[in-house]
């Protein structure tokens, strides 16, 4: 994230996308490596101008995780930047007290406040202020969007005069099996394509008055495997009927399908490879037994990298 520039951190709705910010801003703030990276200690202002209510949450398990933070400051609270010339005024003036070095605005829309994405004039406004938020603090913002339905969340929503203002772009996507990633999709000053792994876990922060509990989610880092050395991996049981009976379904229901990277693959949707794997199970197993059966094979062939997914559809990556 470098100094004055603008990233985008896109996706559809509940990938994570927000606590991925959350995460590696919190973690900027004390100093401690990113999946795996060195960084700096870096002064943060988080704008949580969406979800306002829980951000208190998310960051007590943050604190509780990572240890306290005097470098992290937040607003949580609703947030207009479009039309409220007191409040553009009043976030610079929070971010030059900070002197922040990273602006997160989680999300556009929300600091739009009813503002037109689609509009020019409404969202040219507001890129037009971001820069001179950067300009006037020399900090980073990085800007949560929505992506558009079109996409399936894979890109940004609205008008394209935020997009041609971005310096990086990343790509939070949740997959079938739950695990979620975040893949640079261009950037000035990292490689395009790398991707971050992560889950999203649990966290029980107590309970309130009434004794129930009260939780939150937390991410957890998970490494990038190895795919020359996940291919070596063995398979077995389940694991090796589930592959058997997806060569099957891409013989019968392949598709060609366009992967994260632009490469065109042969892959069966996901719905096509259960069916072929329920038909090839014991008589008399029920229903319930093949459905968990089948869950733990494709998560576990997903771990070890032997098949790749996205948006519902399977293929091999050994394969074309």
């Known amino acids: 994230m470098s100094p004055g520039e603008l990233s985008l951190w896109v996706g559809p709705p509940k990938c994570g996308k927000s606590f991925l910010m959350l995460h590696i801003a ?7 490596p990113v999946f ?12 949580a ?28 609270q609703p947030t207009d ?13 929070a971010a030059k007290a900070c002197d922040a070095q990273l602006i997160v605005l989680d999300t556009v829309n929300r600091v739009l406040a009813g503002g037109d994405e689609n509009s020019s004039v409404d969202m040219g406004a507001l890129v037009l202020y971001m820069a001179e938020l950067r300009i006037e603090t020399k900090a980073h913002v990085a800007a949560v969007h929505h992506g558009s339905k079109a996409s399936n969340g894979s890109t940004p929503r609205g008008h394209s005069c935020l997009t041609g203002a971005d310096d990086a772009q990343i790509e939070v996507t949740k997959h079938d099996d739950g695990a979620r990633t975040a893949k640079v999709v ?17 966290v029980d922060l107590g309970e309130d008055e ?16 190895d795919a020359a050395n996940a291919t070596q991996q063995r398979v077995t049981g389940n ?6 009976m997806l060569d099957s379904a ?25 069916e072929c794997f329920y038909r090839d199970g014991k008589p008399g197993v029920s229903k319930d037994t093949q459905k968990k059966a089948f869950q733990r094979a494709c998560e576990s062939l997903l771990n070890k990298h032997r098949i790749a997914s996205r948006e519902g559809f399977i293929w091999r990556p050994d394969m074309g």
């Open 26 to 32: 919190y973690l900027l703030s004390l100093g401690q």
């Open 210 to 225: 009434d004794g129930d509990p009260i939780t939150t989610l937390i991410v957890e880092e998970t490494p990038a495997a």
């Open 81 to 93: 930047l479009l039309h409220d010339p007191g409040h553009k005024d009043d976030l610079k003036a």
């Open 239 to 244: 694991e090796a009927t589930a592959l058997r």
């Open 36 to 47: 795996g990276r060195r960084v700096k200690r870096t002064r943060v202002l988080y704008v």
């Open 186 to 202: 261009h950037a000035k000053d990292d490689a395009d394509g790398d991707t971050l792994s992560f889950r999203l876990d649990r």
């Open 49 to 76: 101008a969406e979800g306002e209510a829980g951000i208190a949450r998310r960051i007590e398990a943050l604190r509780r995780k990572h240890g306290d933070s005097s470098g992290f400051h937040f607003i949580a």
């Open 250 to 274: 891409l013989l019968h229901h392949a598709q060609r399908v366009f992967t994260d990277d632009g490469t065109e693959r042969h892959a069966v949707h996901i719905e096509h490879w259960r």
